[in-house]
């Protein structure tokens, strides 16, 4: 790792203060931005296809067609066909013959035989569909040389997004005169759900394996009505196909930003394939694609050329340091005061408030502003400025609608602690949640808070020292003399003997005001009672421990006036 502050390297040792290679920060946003997509496929090149889907005019939802160059209507009218090329909907390879390619079929000449027929009509197939979806691996390896992606069916027809699939072998959902419509929604149902529906059709209103007019057209305003991504299936198999590749890219830093580069997975890819993408650590810089600047999309999303196979950031240099300085502790870290740039946050949910400029969810609640908008896996760091070494408890103020509770880990190098944040039924309860205890080395040093499930919005983390025990709105108790030692007030067991250090640690700020202390031994029998005029616990404790002897001592204190006090247990 290449550091180009000296000083800044010096000071932290593991938040890094510049990055010259990153993992991934483009992402693909899913299915083009909505919840899933469906492609229509209509296979054989027949004119009752090209006669009965003119309704496709008045819509945006693009499908594809498979022809055979030698047979059927297409081998001799293609016109039909290349009127709806014109209007952007897809012609993909169905050979030339429609042989069965696993019986001895001359591989070459059926397929490279077909795409040279397209292509000499001014066609570029990138897709394929085997006739009667039978393929064999030496069938694929054939498809493979020509197109990048083959449909096949036989199954449901869906396809995920997290998992890459067998391109040469994409499944389809098969139309047959028995089906119902009913049947296909489900389908579609399902593709909501964020997945890719492909259908197979054959004759529209005619032919074979006959879908009537009426239907098709259901289905297809069904698929639009569920906000799917209607596209081709080299439109949609192109983007899949392009996310596998573009999320593991790399960066490089560069003087003033970033570069990003990656190579097709294939040969025959489509020559355009736009990708909607984040782009981590682009907010404020400008984004270029061979020298041409791409602007962000309303959400903060780009819309890039794949194809282009880079991508520059350019802008202040990517540097992870503090937000506001370094975090002292024992205090409180504001979870939305990460270092810069040194965060995860896998949604497209950016700051709604303003507060910072970068893509992370920020929102307003706690005690101000929060992180929001969190998924699993999601991470942000911190630099810490530990004052002393020691254990020190660690408080998280969150909340989460979940309707189960939701967890969190905070870690320090090889410790940490796991918590989970109680659901309140919204994400404005906020809840004080005691996750554990860490031990911490003195100096500066990274902490990592890590969201391990879904929607849960972190206000902040305190770090209280555990060698100095406080709870804080004690109801104030009689004035009896002695004082109810409860188990959890048990006297502390300080590992310092610096006085000035531990009276430090316990300074309550407040305006100068009449407050009471009452001082109790450990045993529990007051030794010493005075209303003083102090600013603080430590001013009080200074103002009434002359006398005593050295020792452990516990001292209520608080406002003459107030029910609330606090008990601290203080060394002298
Ligand atoms: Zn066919």
């Given at each position: 790792m290449e550091c180009l502050k000296a000083s800044l390297c010096a000071a932290f040792s593991l938040a890094?203060?510049?990055?010259s290679v990153f993992a991934g920060p483009i992402t693909t946003v899913p299915w083009n931005g909505h919840p899933g997509a469906a492609t229509f496929t209509f296979d054989d090149g027949l004119h009752s296809q090209t006669n009965n889907l003119?309704?496709?005019?008045?819509?945006?939802a693009k499908v594809t067609f498979f022809v055979c160059t030698g047979t059927m209507d297409f081998s001799t009218n293609s016109q039909p066909h290349l009127n709806y090329a014109k209007k952007g909907h897809e012609i993909g390879n169905?050979?030339?013959?429609?042989?069965?390619?696993?019986?001895?079929?001359d591989l070459n000449s059926e397929i490279g035989g077909a795409a040279s027929k397209l292509r000499s009509m001014g066609l570029e197939a990138t897709s394929l569909a085997t006739p009667y979806c039978a393929q064999n691996a030496t069938v694929k390896n054939a498809i493979n040389q020509e197109h990048f992606i083959n449909r096949g069916c036989g199954g449901g027809g869906l396809t995920g997004w997290d998992n890459e699939p067998d391109w040469m072998q994409i499944d389809s959902h098969y139309w047959q005169a028995s089906s119902s419509v009913a049947s296909f929604k489900g389908s579609l149902d399902q593709a909501a759900g964020g997945k890719w529906h492909v259908q197979l059709n054959h004759?529209?209103?005619?032919?074979?394996d006959v879908i009537s007019a009426a239907d098709i057209k259901t289905l297809i305003e069904y698929a639009v009505s569920k906000n799917?991504?209607?596209?081709t299936f080299s439109t949609v198999g192109a983007y899949l196909r392009a996310h596998f590749t573009i999320d593991k890219a790399t960066a490089t830093n560069t003087a003033n930003g970033f570069t990003v580069k990656w190579t097709s997975p294939?040969?025959?890819?489509?020559k355009s394939v736009p990708l909607r993408v984040k782009i981590q650590g682009a907010q404020g810089k400008t984004v270029s694609q061979k020298g041409k600047e791409v602007k962000p999309n309303s959400d903060g999303t780009y819309t890039i050329?794949?194809?282009?196979l880079e991508l520059e950031v350019s802008g202040e240099p990517i540097e992870v340091k503090p937000f506001k300085g370094a975090i002292e502790i024992p205090g409180t870290l504001?979870?939305?005061?990460?270092?810069?740039?040194?965060y995860s946050d896998?949604?497209?949910?950016?700051?709604?408030?303003?507060?910072?400029?970068?893509d992370a969810g920020i929102v307003t609640g706690g005690s101000g502003y929060a992180l929001g908008y969190t998924s699993a896996d999601d991470y942000f760091e911190y630099t810490l400025d530990v004052k002393s070494a020691g254990k020190y408890k660690v408080v998280i103020n969150g909340a989460t609608g979940n309707s189960t509770a939701s967890s969190v880990t905070v870690s320090v190098g090889d410790k940490k602690v796991q918590t989970e944040i109680p659901s309140?039924?919204?994400?404005?309860?906020y809840s004080e949640v005691e996750a554990g205890e860490l031990e911490l080395a003195a100096g500066k040093q990274a902490l990592r808070l890590t969201i391990n499930t879904n929607y849960i919005n972190i206000d902040w983390i305190k770090f209280v020292d555990e060698s100095v025990q406080s709870s804080s709105s004690v109801p104030q108790s009689s004035?009896?003399?002695?004082?109810?030692?409860?188990s959890s007030s048990a006297p502390a067991q300080s590992s310092s003997s610096a006085t000035n250090a531990i009276v430090q640690k316990i300074?309550?700020?407040?305006?100068?005001a009449m407050v009471r202390c009452q001082v109790f031994d450990l045993n529990g029998q007051l030794v010493k009672s005075a209303n003083v005029m102090a600013g603080s616990a430590s001013e009080a404790w200074n103002l009434v421990k002359s006398g005593l002897r050295n020792g452990a001592y516990i001292m209520r204190y608080g406002?003459?006036?107030?029910?609330a006090m606090r008990i601290v247990q203080l060394r002298k």
């Open positions: 890094v203060s510049t990055v003119t309704f496709l005019d008045n819509m945006d169905h050979t030339v013959n429609h042989k069965n390619l696993t019986q001895g079929a004759g529209v209103a005619g032919n074979w799917l991504w209607v596209a294939h040969a025959h890819m489509p050329e794949f194809m282009a504001e979870a939305e005061n990460y270092d810069t740039y040194a896998a949604d497209g949910k950016s700051d709604e408030t303003g507060y910072r400029s970068d309140k039924g919204d994400w404005n309860t004035s009896s003399a002695t004082l109810p030692v409860s300074a309550f700020e407040h305006g100068s406002e003459a006036n107030h029910n």
